[in-house]
């Protein structure tokens, strides 16, 4: 079966400072990932897929098979950045396949 | 567009009752996901839904199934409440030929 999982519950830092949230997965075959958001008062939303690759609001994400890893990335972190991520994989396509999110990680960015 | 609405946004049950969630899609989206979010935890697919029919399932016991209607929109039902239901409960719609999903703003729903 498959799983996800992001290491930190927690992760705080400065507005200007680079951000990682990590995300790893065990899957045999071959998945797709996502990163979903949730800011405050809102609902779940898609961030980025990994099949796009394409930048959103300033965030990418590269999928690693070798290491299984799927890390979210930002050079500069902004105020507006705060909020819960969660990282999701599907098997079986975007439609077909259940996701199996990973826990979340919940960034702060500090003024 | 509304996107996905789910009603009730909370709700308070008794342990041993039954209860009914109900999830209309975003417009043109044809398939229903299911999620159950428990306090700190990341969503739980529960089950999914296409041409009114269960398409796939999670690990959740017999306790809990679903419905869809011929217009897309969906419900989940859950008897003999456990209190470890206490959870949100998110619809997520999606159209069948890909592009992701929507999600709903969910229902909290809280066993006593």
């Known amino acids: 079966a498959q799983r996800v999982t992001q290491p930190e519950k927690l992760l705080s830092v400065f507005k200007g400072a680079p951000v990682e949230l990590k995300c790893n997965y065990s899957y045999s075959g071959s998945p797709e990932l996502f990163w979903y958001v949730q800011y405050s008062r809102q609902r779940l939303q898609l961030l980025l897929r990994h099949i796009s690759r394409e930048s959103i609001k300033g965030f990418t994400a590269d999928l690693n098979k070798g290491e299984t890893s799927f890390h979210l990335k930002k050079p500069f972190a902004q105020e507006e950045d705060s909020a819960m991520y969660y990282c999701?994989?599907?098997?079986?396509?975007?439609?077909?396949?259940?996701?199996?999110f990973g826990q979340g990680t919940i960034l702060t960015v500090h003024p | 567009d509304a996107g996905v609405t789910q009603s009730p946004t909370h709700l308070i049950k008794t342990r041993g009752q039954q209860v009914t969630l109900r999830c209309s899609p975003k417009?043109?989206?044809?398939?229903v996901s299911w999620y159950q979010q428990a306090l700190g935890q990341g969503p739980q697919f529960i089950f999914q839904?296409?041409?009114?029919?269960?398409?796939q399932r999670g690990n959740f016991p017999d306790r809990f199934s679903g419905h869809q209607f011929p217009n897309y929109s969906s419900e989940l039902n859950v008897n003999a409440l456990l209190l470890g239901d206490s959870a949100l409960y998110l619809c997520a719609s999606s159209l069948a030929q890909g592009a992701g999903y929507t999600f709903g703003s969910g229902t909290r729903l809280t066993v006593v």
């Open positions: 417009s043109g989206h044809d398939t």
């Open positions: 839904y296409y041409e009114e029919e269960e398409r």
């Open positions: 999701a994989l599907t098997v079986g396509g975007t439609s077909y396949g259940k996701l199996t």
